[in-house]
C-alpha cells in the first residue's frame, strides 16, 4: 500500500508494502488520488515520494505480473499505471523524490517522473533500471518519465540497455540524484525544497513548470491516445519464457519460498 500523510500542508506518498515495496493495483490507485488531491487543495503546497527502511520502490508487483492471464489483465494494471505516471508528471506543483532507499525499476520511473530528487547517505542502497534483466522494456510514460529525468540521450541509453543498479553517489556524479543528505535531514530537505519553491510569488512554479515539461507531456498524451503500445506489451506480459523468470525472481526475493 502506498500511505497518504500530511504535514506542514504538504502531502507525503509513502510506499508501505514490505518487504520490497512493490507497487500494486491498489497503489497506483492510491498515488493518483494523492496527486488530484495536491492539485486540487489549495492549502497542499507540493507531494513528496519516499519509503522505508531498506526501500523507496522496488518496482512494480512482480506477483501482479505473474497472475494476469488475459490482455484484459495487463491492460486492466498499465492503463492505470500509464495515467498514474502521466499525472505525477504534470502535476501542478512541486514533486520531490526522497529516496531513502533502494529505488530500482517502477520505483526509479516514479524518481524520474519528479521535479527533483534527493537521496540519503547510505553507501549500500542502489537505484537504476533492472527491467532488461528480467525481459521487459519500457511503455510509452515509463520511457518518458525515464529521459525526462536523466536529460541525456546516451546516459539514457547506458541505464537502458545495461540495466545495472549504481550508488546513489554515482546517481549524482551521473545527474539524475540532485542533492545527498544524512538520513535524518532526508525528509525536512524535500520539505525545504517544496516550501521555497511554491512560496514563491504569485506561485510562478506552475506555469515554468507547463512551459517546461509541456513538450514531453503533449508527446506522452499523443502516443498514449493514438499509438497501438497495448499489442507488444501484452504480449511481454503474457510470454510464458517471461513469466517464468517473474517467478524465478520472485521466488528469490521471498527467500526461495
Known amino acids: 500500500m502506498v500511505q497518504q500523510i500530511i504535514e506542514d500542508n504538504i502531502m ?14 491498489d ?23 519516499t519509503g522505508e527502511g531498506k526501500f523507496f520502490c522496488s518496482g512494480f508487483d512482480l506477483p501482479t505480473f505473474i497472475s494476469f492471464k488475459t490482455r484484459e489483465d495487463v491492460l486492466g494494471f498499465f492503463n492505470v499505471e500509464e495515467e498514474m505516471l502521466y499525472e505525477i508528471f504534470t502535476c501542478k506543483k ?35 533500471m533492472t527491467e ?17 529525468g536523466l536529460n541525456n540521450d546516451k546516459l539514457v541509453r547506458d541505464i537502458m540497455y545495461d540495466g545495472e543498479r549504481h550508488s546513489f553517489e554515482q546517481g549524482k556524479e551521473m ?4 542533492q545527498i543528505v544524512p538520513e535524518a535531514e532526508l525528509m525536512d530537505a524535500a520539505k525545504k525544497r517544496i516550501t521555497y519553491w511554491w512560496d514563491q510569488p504569485g506561485h510562478a512554479f506552475t506555469n515554468l513548470k507547463y512551459c517546461l515539461r509541456y513538450p514531453i507531456a503533449s508527446q506522452m498524451r499523443y502516443r498514449l491516445d493514438n499509438e497501438n503500445w497495448q499489442d507488444s506489451l501484452c ?23
Do not use: W
Request: proline letters at 4%.
Open 175 to 178: 545527474g539524475f540524484v540532485d
Open 132 to 148: 532488461t534483466k528480467i525481459g521487459l522494456s519500457l511503455t510509452i510514460a515509463e520511457m518518458e518519465l525515464v529521459r525526462s
Open 12 to 25: 507525503i506518498a509513502k510506499f508501505d508494502n514490505p518487504p520490497a515495496y512493490s507497487m500494486t493495483f
Open 94 to 128: 512541486p514533486v520531490i523524490a526522497a529516496i531513502n532507499g533502494h529505488c530500482t525499476a517502477g520505483g526509479f520511473i516514479v524518481a524520474m517522473g519528479c521535479d527533483y530528487r534527493i537521496a540519503t547517505d547510505n553507501p549500500k542502497a542502489k537505484m537504476g
Open 235 to 257: 504480449e511481454a506480459i503474457t510470454n510464458p519464457q517471461l513469466k517464468a523468470i517473474f517467478e524465478m525472481v520472485q521466488k528469490a526475493m521471498s527467500g526461495g519460498k
Open 27 to 49: 497503489c497506483l490507485n492510491v498515488i493518483r488520488d494523492a496527486v488530484k488531491k495536491v492539485n486540487e487543495d489549495d492549502s497542499l503546497k507540493g507531494l513528496i515520494f
